[in-house]
C-alpha cells in the first residue's frame, strides 16, 4: 500500500531537455495528462545539438510546431555542409559534403527536411507548444526519491526555489534525465558498447572580424586541423557570435582548469590563423562523446528515453534525434494503453524496437566520426569500423524488425544499406502526395492520433466498411482512408512525374490493405483480398496491441 500522494497524474516525466519536452509535446497531442520536473532552472542557453534531421522534422510537422521550428532556426537557414581545412584564411581545405540535400532529391521521400536548429533555440519551441496543450512543466523542480509497485510510481520532488517536497503519484514514469541518469542507475540497469570516446570544451565566443575571414563559406561547422590548435567551429549567427570545440584530453591528466580564458584565445586564433582576430570568450562547458546502449529501456512502470538509454560520437547528430524519436514511439504507446485500447504489453515493444535502433545508429555515429576525422578523436581499434556511406538509410530507413509489427523480416538489418520505404511492415510509411478534403497533404500527415487502414476503393474486399464497424465496436481509434474517394494522389512537385500508383508504393494491391502506427510506421499489410475482413481486421489488433 502507498500514502495518498499530493498529486496524481497519468504520467510523471523526469527531465526537461530535448527528450522530455519532446515527450511532454507528444503526449499533449495524444491528451495524455503528463507533469514535468526539471531541475534546472530553464531550457539550454548554450548553442548545441543543432541539426535535426529529416524524420525528426517529419514529427515535428505532425505536431504542428514546423513552422516556429523553422522561424526559431532562421539565421542559420542558409548554412549547408561539413567544411574540413587546416586554416579558414584563404581558399585551403575541402568540403566533407556541401550541401546536406544536393539536387532536391528529398522531395521524393519527404514533405519536409532537415533544419539547422541549435538547442537552445528548439527547446523553447517545444517547452510553449506543450504548455499551450495543457502540459504541467516545472522547472527547478528535481525528483529526489522514486518507489514502483505493480499499479504505479509514487515520487518525491523537491521544489529547488523553495525547498519544499511534495509526492506525485503517476501511472508511469518516463526518464529522460540524461546520460548519468539518476533513474537508471537507480534500477541498476547496465549499459553495453566501447564507452568514452573523446571528449571537448565548448566554447561560446564573439567576434566581429571573424565573419570577413569565413567569408560566402556557409557551413554548419568547420573542422580545423592545425595538428597544434585543432577543433570545431560553428556560426550561430554567421556574423559575430560563434561556438569552438576544442579537444580535452582528461586521460592524459589534462583538468578543466587549465582551458583558461588566454588559452582559449590562442588555441582558436591559431586553428583559424587568424593571429590578431578579436576573441572574446563569452561561456565555455565540457563534454564527452561515448557510444553506449542500455542494456534494457524499462522497468516495470518506469520507462527511458533519449541519453539516459544511448549515448553517440556527435558527428551527424544522431543522438538527439534518435532521442526525440525514442520520445514519439513510447507517447503513441503510453496513450494506447492508458486510453485502454491496448494491453500493457505493448509498452514492451519500446524496448524491442528502440534499443535494436539505438545500437545500430551508435554504431554508425562513431563511424561518422571516423569518416570525418572528427578532432580530439583518436579511436581503439574496432571502434567507428561499422557501415559507412550516405546516412539517409539511417535517419529514414531503419526497421522494427520486432514488436508492434506483423509479418516483419527479422532476417533483415535494423539499418539497411540502401534507403527502401516501400510499405514493408516495420519500417516508416511512404510519403505521397494526396488530395484530401480538398486540401494537398502528405500522407504521413495522415498519422497521429490514430491507426489508419489504406485500402482501394476499386477494391472487391470492403476494407473501409470493416474498419468502421470494427473501431465501433472495439473503441480502438482506427480511421480507414480508400484511395480514388477519400484520397487522391497527386504527382510530386517535379516536372514530367505522374501521379503514383498508391498500392504500388505500398507494396500492395488494389484487393490489399495496408494498417499504419499513429507514429507512421507500416503495423501490417496484406496484398490480398479477405473473405471476412472484419475478422481479419480484429485479430490483427487483437496480436498488435496485445489486447486481451
Not at 549547408?80 to 585551403?92: C, E, R, Y
Not at 529501456?297 to 556527435?314: C, I
Not at 482506427?478 to 507494396?507: K, M, Q
Request: hydrophobic share 35%; net charge negative; glycine share 10%.
Amino acid at each position: 500500500m502507498h500514502r495518498e500522494a499530493d498529486h496524481r497524474v497519468p504520467v510523471l516525466i523526469v527531465g526537461g531537455s530535448l527528450v522530455g519536452l519532446s515527450t511532454s509535446l507528444f503526449l499533449g497531442r495524444l491528451g495524455v495528462p503528463h507533469l514535468l520536473v526539471e531541475r534546472h532552472s530553464g531550457t539550454s542557453h548554450h548553442p548545441r545539438g543543432r541539426g535535426n534531421n529529416v524524420r525528426t522534422m517529419e514529427l515535428l510537422r505532425a505536431a504542428g510546431v514546423e513552422d516556429a521550428v523553422k522561424d526559431a532556426a532562421s539565421l542559420l537557414a542558409g548554412n549547408h555542409g561539413i567544411l574540413q581545412t587546416p586554416t579558414l584564411v584563404g581558399d585551403a581545405g575541402e568540403w566533407l559534403f556541401k550541401h546536406i540535400d544536393p539536387g532536391g532529391g528529398m522531395a521524393r521521400f519527404s514533405p519536409t527536411g532537415w533544419c539547422l536548429c541549435s538547442q537552445n533555440d528548439l527547446e523553447p519551441v517545444l517547452l510553449d507548444s506543450a504548455r499551450a496543450l495543457g502540459g504541467d512543466l516545472r522547472y527547478s523542480h528535481e525528483m529526489e526519491t522514486f518507489e514502483q509497485d505493480a499499479d504505479g510510481v509514487t515520487a518525491t520532488v523537491r521544489d529547488r526555489a523553495t525547498d519544499e517536497r511534495y509526492t506525485v503519484r503517476a501511472d508511469y514514469l518516463v526518464a529522460a534525465d540524461g546520460p548519468r541518469s539518476p533513474v537508471r542507475r537507480r534500477l541498476g540497469i547496465g549499459q553495453s558498447g566501447p564507452g568514452d570516446l573523446f571528449a571537448n570544451v565548448s566554447v561560446t565566443f564573439r567576434s566581429k572580424l571573424l565573419a570577413d575571414v569565413v567569408g560566402d563559406r556557409r557551413f554548419i561547422c568547420c573542422y580545423l586541423t592545425d595538428p597544434e590548435a585543432d577543433g570545431a567551429l560553428l556560426p550561430v549567427d554567421n556574423k559575430e557570435h560563434w561556438v569552438f570545440h576544442a579537444p580535452w584530453h582528461p586521460e592524459r591528466g589534462e583538468s578543466l582548469d587549465e582551458f583558461t580564458e588566454e588559452r582559449l584565445q590562442r588555441h582558436i586564433r591559431r586553428a583559424i590563423g587568424a593571429p590578431d582576430l578579436d576573441v572574446e570568450i563569452t561561456g565555455k562547458a565540457s563534454w564527452r562523446a561515448a557510444e553506449r546502449v542500455a542494456d534494457r529501456y524499462t522497468d516495470g512502470r518506469v520507462l527511458l528515453a533519449g541519453d539516459s538509454v544511448h549515448e553517440m560520437s556527435p558527428t551527424g547528430a544522431f543522438g538527439s534525434n534518435t532521442g526525440i524519436q525514442d520520445a514519439h514511439n513510447l507517447a503513441w504507446k503510453l496513450a494506447a494503453v492508458l486510453g485502454g485500447w491496448a494491453g500493457p504489453g505493448l509498452l514492451d515493444t519500446y524496448d524491442t524496437e528502440r534499443r535494436p535502433v539505438a545500437t545500430a545508429t551508435s554504431a554508425r555515429a562513431s563511424a561518422r566520426s571516423v569518416e570525418h576525422s572528427h578532432p580530439g578523436f583518436a579511436p581503439a581499434p574496432g571502434i567507428g569500423g561499422g557501415k559507412r556511406g550516405g546516412i539517409l538509410n539511417v535517419v529514414l530507413g531503419y526497421r522494427y524488425l520486432r514488436g508492434a509489427v506483423i509479418g516483419a523480416d527479422p532476417g533483415q538489418d535494423v539499418v539497411p544499406d540502401a534507403l527502401r520505404l516501400t510499405g514493408e511492415p516495420g519500417t516508416r510509411a511512404p510519403h505521397l502526395w494526396v488530395r484530401h478534403d480538398g486540401e494537398r497533404v502528405s500522407t504521413l500527415d495522415l498519422y497521429e492520433r490514430s491507426l489508419v487502414l489504406l485500402s482501394d476503393a476499386r477494391s472487391t474486399t470492403d476494407w473501409h466498411t470493416a474498419a468502421r464497424r470494427v473501431a465501433e465496436t472495439t473503441g480502438i481509434p482506427l480511421v480507414s482512408y480508400r484511395f480514388g474517394t477519400d484520397l487522391t494522389t497527386e504527382a510530386p512537385p517535379a516536372p514530367d512525374i505522374p501521379a503514383p500508383d498508391w498500392a504500388a508504393a505500398h507494396g500492395t494491391t488494389p484487393d490489399g490493405a495496408v494498417l499504419v502506427r499513429p507514429d507512421g510506421f507500416v503495423a501490417w499489410r496484406t496484398r490480398t483480398a479477405a473473405p471476412d475482413p472484419r475478422t481479419t481486421l480484429r485479430e490483427t489488433l487483437e496480436t498488435l496491441l496485445h489486447t486481451p
